[in-house]
């Protein structure tokens, strides 16, 4: 079994910031593109930033210039650093894994964290 634990959200006030990580554990052996979603209160889920294996990244319009996505390989952990937060960022922040491989042959694919609410005030 696979898991991806995210940590780091909080309370904020505007102009603040916070660093988002999400670590995936359980004999990993690989972990494609991953990324962070967010889902507002009575709003659909959205793409924030995501980042390749290689470090290629694509960040949505919304946050572009605020926040920045990097992730570890090594230590299969993925970080978003939140800057100028705005309150319209409040929202539940989800990790995700296009795919997971382990070191027992398994394969986790379209993989989501239980996510991390994030509040900024106003």
């Not at 690989?30 to 390749?52: D, F, H, N």
């Not at 319209?88 to 239980?114: K, M, N, P, S």
Request: with cysteine; hydrophobic share 35%.
């Amino acid at each position: 079994q696979v898991q991806l634990m995210e940590s780091g959200g909080g309370l904020v006030q505007a102009g603040g910031s916070l660093r988002l990580s999400c670590a995936a554990s359980g004999r990993i052996l690989s972990i494609t593109a991953m990324g962070w979603y967010r889902q507002a209160p009575g709003k659909q889920r959205e793409l924030v930033a995501t980042i390749t294996s290689g470090g290629s990244t694509n960040v949505a319009d919304s946050v572009k210039g605020r926040f920045t996505i990097s992730r570890d390989n090594a230590k299969n952990t993925v970080y978003l650093q939140m800057n100028s937060l705005k309150p319209e960022d409040t929202a539940v922040y989800f990790c995700h894994a296009d795919l997971i491989r382990t070191t027992t042959g398994g394969r986790w694919a379209d993989y989501w964290g239980q996510g991390t609410q994030v509040t900024v005030s106003s």
